[in-house]
């Protein structure tokens, strides 16, 4: 998947900007973005949708995750790039958006792209998800009879990207680290780090927003620290407005 070359010039060549791609938000997206705006609902920097996109139509994967739907914005922007003439897609691509939401909306999308036959959208929570498919993985290895008809996720996967809030990024990120193919690519926002008093952490008592993003953060750098010792290469891409963590699997 990845070009034969040091690990340092690969690492670069991958998480680099694609000149070649429209530097232009598509259409259909910039719609989104401004339904989101009314909303009041959290968007990506326009530099990180690019570069996610960039990244994303580079490595073509043969399965493809995306973490954290919403009403779609950066799905458009990668089946936008998958559908575009001389464009790779990928066989299957996911969308996983707990309790279903915003289904219809990501349904509605998917049509709009013409890409039903190999995108679906998934309402099961993410880490319930992982776990179905690591346990439908090892029931087939062992040729048991798996208790559900077929992996939620199809394998191998070779592209995980995460757009969920930062408390829950720690949990998220060690789950994707379970299911991601060897050279298999995860995409991932770096929490900000946690700034001024946050006050005493008081057993017991509930924990302030300030408290849950300390121990967030904490949680995440225990994730990446695991996700080095487990053999992943990592990249740090500052970007406007946000540092994107690319990592790829062992």
């Given at each position: 998947?990845?070009?034969?070359?040091?690990?340092?010039?690969?690492?670069?060549?991958?998480?680099?900007?694609?000149?070649?791609?429209?530097?232009?938000?598509?259409?259909?997206?910039a719609n989104i973005g401004q339904q989101m705006l009314h909303m009041d609902l959290t968007i990506?920097?326009?530099?990180?949708?690019?570069?996610?996109?960039?990244?994303?139509?580079?490595?073509?994967?043969?399965?493809?995750?995306?973490?954290?739907?919403?009403?779609?914005?950066?799905?458009?922007?990668?089946?936008?790039?998958?559908?575009?003439?001389?464009?790779?897609?990928?066989?299957?691509?996911?969308?996983?958006?707990?309790?279903?939401?915003?289904?219809?909306?990501?349904?509605?999308?998917?049509?709009?792209?013409?890409?039903?036959?190999?995108?679906?959208?998934?309402?099961?929570?993410?880490?319930?998800?992982?776990?179905?498919?690591?346990?439908?993985?090892?029931?087939?290895?062992?040729?048991?009879?798996?208790?559900?008809?077929?992996?939620?996720?199809?394998?191998?996967?070779?592209?995980?990207?995460?757009?969920?809030?930062?408390?829950?990024?720690?949990?998220?990120?060690?789950?994707?680290?379970?299911?991601?193919?060897?050279?298999?690519?995860?995409?991932?926002?770096?929490?900000?780090?946690?700034?001024?008093?946050?006050?005493?952490?008081?057993?017991?008592?509930?924990?302030?927003?300030?408290?849950?993003?300390?121990?967030?953060?904490?949680?995440?750098?225990?994730?990446?620290?695991?996700?080095?010792?487990?053999?992943?290469?990592?990249?740090?891409?500052e970007l406007s407005g946000a540092t994107l963590v690319v990592l790829v699997g062992a």
């Amino acid at each position: 998947m990845l070009p034969m070359r040091g690990e340092g010039d690969m690492l670069l060549a991958l998480v680099a900007a694609d000149e070649a791609l429209d530097s232009g938000e598509p259409e259909i997206a910039a719609n989104i973005g401004q339904q989101m705006l009314h909303m009041d609902l959290t968007i990506l920097p326009r530099s990180v949708r690019t570069r996610i996109r960039d990244i994303s139509a580079r490595i073509k994967p043969e399965n493809a995750i995306l973490v954290g739907g919403g009403i779609g914005h950066m799905s458009a922007w990668l089946l936008d790039v998958w559908t575009s003439e001389n464009q790779h897609r990928p066989s299957s691509f996911r969308i996983v958006e707990e309790g279903g939401k915003f289904g219809v909306i990501l349904d509605r999308l998917i049509r709009r792209y013409d890409a039903v036959s190999w995108t679906s959208v998934i309402s099961t929570p993410w880490t319930e998800v992982v776990a179905e498919t690591s346990a439908w993985n090892a029931a087939s290895a062992t040729n048991e009879v798996p208790s559900i008809s077929k992996a939620p996720l199809p394998s191998p996967t070779g592209l995980v990207v995460i757009d969920v809030p930062e408390i829950q990024r720690p949990a998220f990120l060690r789950s994707a680290l379970d299911i991601i193919q060897e050279d298999g690519v995860i995409l991932i926002l770096e929490p900000e780090v946690p700034t001024g008093d946050v006050g005493d952490f008081e057993p017991g008592n509930p924990q302030t927003e300030a408290q849950r993003r300390v121990d967030a953060f904490n949680s995440w750098m225990a994730v990446i620290r695991e996700a080095g010792a487990r053999g992943f290469k990592s990249a740090f891409v500052e970007l406007s407005g946000a540092t994107l963590v690319v990592l790829v699997g062992a």
